[in-house]
């Protein structure tokens, strides 16, 4: 007997495509949540990734102006030498300037502030445009007039001091006008990263006059030099390190104009990219979600398929085609939020960050999260449809009350494993950070694992519990256990977002207690910087003088720079990069005969007090660890341009938030006491005695420079508060892409309600015993959901502390009660919204159709 040939693949494709089309002319009626979750985390990752595109070519094509220079080169306490100059000048253009803090006083009413204060030479700036207010002249501003100079500040200068432009105010010795308000500075970004107040720029030649430029007073001078075109700039650094191999001078071009800023962006984008990941694969459990309650809806329509001869292949690849079409929908539509979302951020960063953001349509950042969204889709629907294409014609049939089980044959689990290693591998693959990009993967793999557990566990027990005597309770326990229950849907979609939520709250409200419980009470009220040796005695007698002072505490200061360990060069000792920073620039010095207040010896010795030998070193334990070093090593340290090797004596362990003194390194006497060098003191004030200390020392000491550090403390928790910000904008994303999942779990069992619903009041059931039922089952889940998810957000967050910022953890019980109250609350108000709807449908249809 003849039998005829089996379709060919083509026509078994075509005819995959035509019966997927003519399903989908339906409509899109159930499918609202998995096009919500895609669009969701693909605009928030094209978003990002788009805004990273645009501030990181501002920052390349706009090199020379955030630098200043095709080259610069900077250095502490003195300006280069004259041959060193005579050199630079001969390259090019060269523009000079000098940084330092200081204060700044209104001469009427007596106010002083903190300043970051630039003096600048006749050529700045040599690229970019510096702008003023109401289109006024640098040059103009800043020139001589009638004896008197002039300065540019920022406005916040300006509020503080209660001056208006043409007042004159005083900084160190001499008196400046105000003649402009500072709106943009082309190279703020290259210089310092962390500024303590507001601008204020001189000319450079009016800087010798204010008494500030004192040996050792911390001034950074910079040379901004503008080759001629053609110049290769790394041959012509070459050849300026061969020339003066021991400048102090740290040296940067175009391709590093600013690090700091650049480094910040890296760091920014691969949080948010994650944060777009971590709503993403909570969207994608909606996804599978969507795509299981579809296939159920269609169960009559697969079984039929299959008895009247349908292949299993044909099944899964009409539905497949589904998906992916409505996946596409999905991501075109987040592909176009997340290109126009940057022309709206790139405007709020640009007040945020020195860098102009060069906003437009990056390819590469939208095929970066069209790939996520695609991945995800695949990821979550794979499972989903390889089962409908196991399940026997009959089981689809009894599927409203015996739901059928399978698990998918081998080539689709494998299919599922690679979408999935494709998923985390580009997370990883296109991180800056690689190692943090495998901490998430490893912890959303052990999130995911950790609630599908507990979900098994949940079932389990209420299945355990035995006969409750309450019938509503015992109806909404049997839901949690019954065949087809929503036990693992809810607890996966709403914990995950809740999970990032405790998290977010416990972190945040560590920096919170960071700032306000551990800095003591008594800590001290002025740090006082720049002090001459000839003045210390001076300034503590007029210090202790005014009452309701104590605790005058003063050092010596120096600065310096670590350039070999054990006569390798530090970059290659550096085996701990967490402690890079130590190398990022100069560190603070000093030196000692005593045990520093608030030190502790970790290991190793101090020296006598009356020590006179070969360079001895005590150093903190971060630098310690960023070298795997201790006592006997042997450090070069640069300071003023002098190698200085000394041997490690002792390693310390120091609170430094106490707010006294402390150094990271710390010599012995008799190697730094003839060194061009500073103090600088603290002193203990009533909040009566500060304003008196204040006006005292800027009375006799102009050159001293006074940082309240109440004012320090507001920078630093306006600092915070942008990081509470960002993260909970986190929490809101993730918790908002749980929240469609949740509706979208809801909505997947709306036709099991229904069903169960009907049974109910044909029993005689009141709506309100339904209702009530159905509320007690959703409201367990929120409750048991919310406890999981706050253990394990807490210890994700003490890890977060603890590991990676390495900062004390303190558990914040207000965070994990708001979220049980949270979760409870979301999970009633869906599952009250999915049962009153069941309870509107009619019985007779239903049980006619059965």
């Avoid at 809806?297 to 008895?307: E, F, G, H, P, V």
């Avoid at 030190?599 to 960023?626: E, K």
């Avoid at 957000?793 to 590991?803: C, D, E, Q, S, Y």
């Avoid at 869906?830 to 059965?850: D, H, I, K, M, V």
Wanted: net charge positive.
């Amino acid at each position: 007997m003849a039998h005829s040939a089996a379709p060919s693949p083509f026509f078994t494709f075509w005819l995959a495509l035509r019966l997927a089309r003519r399903e989908l002319r339906g409509g899109l009626k159930g499918f609202w949540i998995f096009l919500g979750c895609l669009t969701l985390g693909v605009a928030a990752i094209a978003a990002v990734q788009s805004v990273s595109s645009g501030l990181l070519a501002g920052l390349n094509q706009d090199g020379q102006a955030i630098l200043g220079g095709d080259v610069a080169v900077r250095q502490l306490y003195t300006p280069p030498t004259t041959e060193q100059t005579a050199f630079l000048t001969g390259a090019g253009r060269v523009s000079t300037a000098a940084e330092m803090r200081g204060m700044a006083r209104a001469l009427d009413e007596g106010k002083a502030s903190l300043v970051e204060l630039k003096a600048v030479d006749d050529l700045y700036p040599l690229y970019g445009a510096l702008s003023l207010r109401d289109g006024v002249d640098l040059k103009s501003a800043l020139a001589r007039r009638d004896g008197q100079w002039g300065a540019v500040v920022e406005a916040s200068l300006m509020d503080r001091l209660g001056v208006a432009l043409g007042d004159p105010i005083r900084v160190g010795d001499s008196v400046y006008r105000v003649a402009g308000v500072l709106d943009r500075e082309p190279d703020r970004a290259s210089s310092n990263a962390f500024s303590l107040g507001p601008r204020l720029m001189v000319a450079l030649p009016s800087l010798e006059a204010t008494g500030l430029l004192q040996p050792g007073s911390l001034t950074w001078w910079s040379a901004k030099i503008a080759l001629p075109p053609g110049t290769d700039a790394w041959a012509w650094q070459k050849e300026v390190k061969a020339r003066f191999p021991t400048a102090p001078w740290t040296m940067r071009d175009v391709t590093n104009a600013s690090p700091q800023v650049e480094r910040f962006i890296e760091r920014m984008t691969l949080f948010l990219t994650l944060v777009g990941l971590t709503a993403l694969l909570v969207g994608g459990v909606g996804v599978g979600n969507a795509v299981r309650s579809h296939l159920d809806s269609r169960a009559r329509s697969i079984a039929t398929l299959k008895c009247v001869g349908a292949p299993g292949a044909l099944v899964f690849e009409i539905y497949l085609a589904q998906i992916l079409a409505l996946a596409l929908l999905g991501i075109l539509a987040g592909l176009a939020l997340g290109a126009v979302a940057p022309l709206a951020l790139g405007r709020v960063l640009e007040g945020v960050l020195p860098v102009s953001a060069h906003i437009g349509v990056y390819p590469g950042a939208l095929a970066l999260a069209a790939l996520y969204g695609l991945l995800t889709a695949l990821t979550f629907s794979l499972w989903p449809l390889g089962r409908a294409r196991e399940v026997p014609a009959g089981a689809l049939f009894r599927d409203v009350i015996a739901p059928a089980q399978g698990r998918p044959r081998a080539p689709y689990l494998i299919a599922l494993a690679l979408t999935a290693l494709a998923l985390a591998g580009l997370a990883v693959a296109t991180a800056d950070n690689k190692l943090f990009a495998l901490w998430f993967v490893g912890g959303s793999i052990a999130t995911f694992l950790t609630f599908r557990g507990a979900a098994a566990l949940i079932t389990l027990a209420a299945a355990r519990v035995g006969r409750v005597r309450h019938p509503g309770l015992r109806l909404a326990l049997a839901n949690l256990h019954r065949p087809g229950n929503p036990t693992a849907a809810v607890v996966l979609s709403l914990g995950l977002g809740l999970t990032v939520l405790v998290a977010v709250a416990q972190i945040e409200a560590n920096f919170s207690r960071r700032v306000s419980e551990t800095i003591p009470k008594d800590a001290p009220a002025f740090f006082f910087v720049d002090i001459q040796r000839d003045q210390f005695a001076a300034l503590r007698d007029t210090v202790t003088g005014v009452p309701g002072t104590s605790a005058f505490e003063a050092v010596p200061s120096l600065r310096g720079r670590i350039e070999r360990v054990n006569g390798v060069e530090a970059e290659k000792a550096l085996v701990n990069p967490e402690q890079a920073w130590i190398l990022a620039g100069d560190r603070g010095i000093t030196y000692s005969a005593t045990l520093p207040e608030h030190s502790q010896i970790v290991t190793g010795d101090w020296w006598a007090a009356d020590y006179r030998g070969p360079p001895l070193l005590s150093i903190h334990q971060s630098v310690a660890d960023a070298f795997n070093i201790g006592p006997g090593a042997k450090l070069t340290v640069n300071i003023l341009g002098r190698g200085i090797e000394a041997t490690v004596a002792s390693v310390r362990a120091a609170e430094f938030s106490s707010m006294a003194i402390n150094f990271t390194m710390v010599f012995a006497p008799g190697t730094l006491e003839g060194a061009p060098q500073t103090w600088i003191a603290t002193v203990r004030a009533t909040p009566e005695a500060e304003g008196a200390v204040q006006k005292a020392v800027l009375s006799h000491f102009p050159n001293i420079t006074l940082v309240r550090v109440k004012d320090a403390l507001d920078t630093v928790g306006d600092m915070l508060g942008h990081i509470g910000a960002a993260v909970r904008v986190v929490a809101l994303i993730t918790l908002a892409a749980g929240t469609l999942v949740l509706a979208g779990a809801v909505a997947a069992g709306h036709r099991r309600r229904v069903y169960d619903a009907v049974v109910l009041k044909v029993l005689g059931a009141t709506r309100a015993d339904v209702l009530r039922a159905f509320l007690m089952e959703y409201g367990l889940l929120g409750l048991l959901t919310a406890i999981i998810a706050g253990a394990i957000g807490t210890l994700a967050a003490w890890a977060v502390l603890r590991f990676l910022m390495r900062w004390d953890w303190g558990f914040q019980p207000s965070a994990v009660l708001t979220t049980i109250l949270l979760s409870t609350a979301i999970t009633l108000a869906f599952g009250f919204y999915g049962t009153w709807r069941a309870l509107g449908q009619p019985s007779a249809p239903l049980l006619r159709n059965e």
